[in-house]
C-alpha cells in the first residue's frame, strides 16, 4: 500500500466517480504543507501497473465504521 492526495487522484478518479463513495482514510494528521496546500490525511491505496488503485469499502459498510 502507498498513500497519494487527492490532488495525485483526479487525473485516474473523475471527483463525481467518488461522491457517495467510502474511502479508506487516515484522518487527523499533524497539519503539513503538501505542494503548497495544507494537508491532515491521506488517502489509501494500492498499486498496480504502476497506477494507484484507492481503497474502497464495500458499501454495506456504513460510513464512519470504525476499524477492527
Known sequence: FYTFSLHDALP???AEDLIGRSLVA?????????MG?????MLLSA???????????????PAGAQRC
Open 37 to 41: 496546500m495544507p494537508s491532515n490525511g
Open 26 to 34: 487516515i484522518v487527523n494528521l499533524p497539519p503539513r504543507k503538501m
Open 47 to 61: 498499486e498496480k501497473d504502476g497506477k494507484p488503485h484507492l481503497l474502497m469499502l464495500d458499501d454495506s459498510v
Open 12 to 14: 485516474i478518479y473523475q
